[in-house]
């Protein structure tokens, strides 16, 4: 074996690997719904829902999504409320919104035939390099490594793979690596055993390295080094962010606000915020009046409640601000009654927010 900046494997161990592999993962794979057939469709769902989300929640959520919208023509056609009403819950609401987009190419511009190969796929809304190769591969058998965290994990591992995941660059790596060692007539299963190795023996707290079914391949398992990779560089803490949360209430309940069509927590309703940098204490009334045509009065800045919520990049710190309204001229604000609050589309912020104030 040659060392560079990772062990490179011979076409006899590479041909080995892939046979100890699948031999365990037809007697040990995951029973999971979106493994029953290679629908596109459905592995497609899967893949996006398994965005930023544990396995154990997407099940149900899976189950519910193909019920209420069992085919690409039907999320393509979904009620924007609809398609967000099955989603609550998941987070990440743009994944949604994108899957929808997704579906409408599809249908308009495929005429409801998938595009079978990763280079077509990367074409649709939502979908990036990882996706597209998942489902290539699963659903068409097109030989495409699906490099995600698992397979970061695991053959930094395996091959004691120096390079640093951080780095754009490094993915390149990567797939190159992989694209030599993924089986030629099985590569979905491949790929989907290379997820079930790396979220069980090859997972990246307490792993079980010695009793891996791919133990005899793995150079840092074996010389105990296996907690070194992947190599990465830390990211940076999430920038903190403060902001006022406008708690607005209306004869009947409270005044919302939609937020915009694009950025964080798109398209909700929610309490209006405003960065606290936006707008000084004592010019509150003057700030909504000129910005918003919504008159305030009465208002109470409270300093004592505080809410965080943390996206990926960004910490919210949230206080509240509490006010009268004596009148609004605002499409994008909204009256509702306190129970409507709890009923309607909420954002996990909202909701933070709600019981805060409950």
């Known amino acids: 074996m040659i060392v560079i900046s990772y062990i490179e494997w011979s076409d006899d ?55 209420a919208f069992p ?20 987070g990440y609401y743009s994944r949604a919104r994108n899957m929808q987009a997704a579906a409408k190419q599809i249908v308009l511009d495929y005429e409801g035939h998938w595009p079978k190969t990763a280079k077509e796929l990367e074409q649709l809304k939502g979908i990036g390099p990882y996706t597209s190769c998942a489902i290539a591969s699963i659903a068409f058998g ?7 965290g698992n397979a970061f994990r695991v053959f930094a591992r ?11 660059k490094t993915k390149t790596l990567f797939y190159n690596i992989v694209k030599k060692i993924i089986d030629p007539d099985r590569p979905g299963d491949f790929n989907q055993a290379i997820m079930d190795l790396g979220s069980s023996y090859m997972k990246a707290k307490n792993p079980i390295i010695e009793q891996s079914p791919v133990y005899e391949f793995d150079a840092s398992g074996q010389e105990g080094t296996y907690l070194d990779y992947p190599v990465k560089t830390k990211k940076k803490p999430p920038q903190k962010i403060p902001y006022y949360a406008f708690v607005i209430k209306t ?26 940098s936006d707008v000084e204490k004592e010019a509150i009334v003057d700030y909504f009046k000129a910005n918003y045509s919504v008159e305030l009065a009465h208002i109470e800045v409270d300093d004592s409640q505080k809410v965080t919520h943390t996206f990926t990049h960004q910490q919210w710190q949230i206080n509240f601000v509490k006010a009268d309204l004596v009148r609004f001229n605002n499409a994008n604000f909204i009256e509702v009654n306190e129970k409507e609050l709890y009923q309607l589309n909420l954002s996990a912020l909202q909701k933070k927010m709600n019981n805060i104030l409950a």
Do not use: C
């Open 142 to 148: 097109e030989v495409e490594p699906a490099i995600d």
């Open 13 to 67: 161990t590479i041909k080995q690997f892939r046979r100890t592999l699948l031999t365990w993962y037809d007697e040990n794979k995951r029973d999971l719904p979106w493994r029953k057939d290679t629908d596109p469709y459905h592995v497609f769902i899967s893949e996006i829902m398994l965005q930023q989300t544990q396995v154990n929640t997407v099940i149900d959520y899976y189950l519910k999504f193909i019920e």
């Open 158 to 168: 395996l091959l004691k793979i120096e390079d640093d995941i951080a780095k754009p």
């Open 251 to 276: 004869p009947t309940g409270y005044l919302l606000e939609k937020r915009p069509q694009t950025g964080i927590l798109a398209n909700f309703t929610m309490f209006p915020l405003i960065k606290k």
């Open 71 to 90: 085919t690409v023509f039907d999320l393509a056609q979904a009620p924007e409320d609809e398609l967000m009403a099955v989603w609550q819950g998941l």
